[in-house]
Structures are given as structure tokens and as C-alpha cells.
């Protein structure tokens, strides 16, 4: 049982490449999450996907697109990489579909991947 | 403005010592609360969760927190802390139906022998 696993772990850009990161949920899960980390900031919400077919915007949607096409995957975009994208992207699961309701405990990221490292240059 | 403030950038501690990770949060509603913890190279991974009832919440790991309502705090603590718990903490605030969990910038903790 993989989890969260993102790919690629690392990658270098230069500014003006596009490049796709990829989060796959092996949990069925339906809410899936893109956060990305800066240093003394803590994690910022950039899209969510509530379902498959769904997406929404977070906390710093601006220069990203996101796609939910099946369950298992979500997938972030950078048309047009900038510098200031340089950052550590996470992606998060939560909400088992076997539950009929909706629980307040799974609003919230359960589980994270390890993790993407992407530097633009 | 809703926020979440850990005011220790960093903390260390001796093996065997207490610890309390310090969290303050504004927020307009009833707040739920959580802590996760991220060893180096890895994800976030979730501690405990306060969302309503007993202030005192138990975690995994041996970890637990106390929700303070007039204080705005949800501080962690753990009675005896073992070297493999240096690692980065972050304490997290939101509600349900927004997807908008705030969170901290977080504690780095360091655990000498």
C-alpha cells in the first residue's frame, strides 16, 4: 500500500518551461490536495479536487493548472515556469469514498506524499 | 484575519527531557485544530486533531494537546522526548466544508543526548 507517492521527487527548470507533477492516491480517496512549502511560511493551499472531474482553486492558484481526469490522480502544472514557483510542491489525500456521509474529519489533508523539490532557474 | 502563529522557530531539548510546542491562532469560528509533524524528506504527517469536546486531545507517538480557548492556544507536549522525534512541526487551524486549513510556519525541534 504506496500511499501518496509523487513524481518526480526532484527537477530543475529553466523560466518559461512547462512541466507536469503527478500525485497518485492508491486509498480512494476523494479529496486530493497541491500545497507547495517556502521556508518560514508554512504550507499554502493551491488547487483541491473534491472528485474526480472537480477542481478548485486554493490559497495561490495563479500560475498553475490542476487536473483531476481519474480518481487516483491529480495532476499540477506550470505553463510558464517563474523563479518565484521555486518551491517544495506536497500533495495530500482524505476522505475515503466508502463513507455515505460526509465526516467533518476528512475536510482536512490525512495523507501527504514526500514530496516535490522543483528549482526554476 | 484568520492566522496561525508558532512562535519558537526552533527549539531544542535533551533525550529524555519534556517538551510543549507553543501554537496561537485567530480565527472567526470554532476552530478545529491540528499538529503534523514532517521528518526530513517527507511528507506531513498527522499528529492529532481537536475538533470538539474533552480540550485535551491524545495523539499518536505519545504526543498530545490542550485546546485553550480564552488563551487562542493549542500547544503540544510530550511528558519524555526520544531522539527520533527531531523533526519540523506544524500546527494547523480550519473548518470543515472550506478547504481552508491555515497553517503555521513551524517549529524545527532538536533532540541532544
Known amino acids: 500500500n504506496a500511499g501518496v507517492t509523487q513524481t518526480p521527487k526532484f527537477r530543475v527548470l529553466k523560466t518559461g518551461q512547462s512541466m507536469t507533477l503527478l500525485c497518485a492516491q492508491d486509498?480512494?480517496?476523494?479529496?486530493m490536495y497541491w500545497y507547495r512549502q517556502d521556508p518560514g511560511m508554512g504550507l499554502r493551499l493551491i488547487h483541491y479536487?473534491?472528485?474526480?472531474?472537480?477542481?478548485a482553486k486554493g490559497e495561490v492558484p495563479d500560475g498553475y493548472n490542476v487536473s483531476r481526469l481519474k480518481k487516483q490522480n491529480f495532476l499540477l502544472g506550470l505553463e510558464s515556469a517563474a523563479p518565484s514557483q521555486t518551491s517544495v510542491y506536497f500533495c495530500?489525500?482524505?476522505?475515503?469514498?466508502?463513507?455515505?456521509?460526509?465526516?467533518?474529519?476528512?475536510?482536512?489533508?490525512?495523507?501527504f506524499g514526500d514530496g516535490t523539490r522543483l528549482s526554476i532557474l | 484575519a484568520q492566522s496561525v502563529t508558532q512562535p519558537d522557530i526552533h527549539i531544542t531539548v535533551s533525550e529524555g527531557a519534556s517538551l510543549e510546542l507553543r501554537c496561537n491562532y485567530s480565527y472567526g469560528a470554532t476552530p478545529y485544530l491540528f499538529w503534523y509533524v514532517q521528518s526530513p524528506g517527507q511528507g506531513l504527517q498527522l499528529l492529532l486533531k481537536?475538533?470538539?469536546?474533552?480540550?485535551l486531545v491524545q495523539g499518536i507517538k505519545g504526543f498530545e494537546a490542550e485546546f485553550k480557548r480564552s488563551q487562542s492556544s493549542f500547544n503540544l507536549r510530550k511528558p519524555s522526548v526520544h531522539w527520533s522525534d527531531a523533526a519540523e512541526y506544524f500546527c494547523a487551524v480550519g473548518n470543515t466544508g472550506g478547504f481552508k486549513t491555515i497553517f503555521g510556519a513551524g517549529t524545527r525541534l532538536f533532540v541532544k543526548a
Open positions: 486509498m480512494n480517496h476523494e479529496y
Open positions: 479536487s473534491v472528485g474526480e472531474g472537480t477542481t
Open positions: 481537536y475538533f470538539s469536546g474533552d480540550t
Open positions: 495530500a489525500s482524505s476522505y475515503p469514498s466508502q463513507f455515505k456521509t460526509r465526516p467533518t474529519d476528512y475536510d482536512q489533508p490525512q495523507h
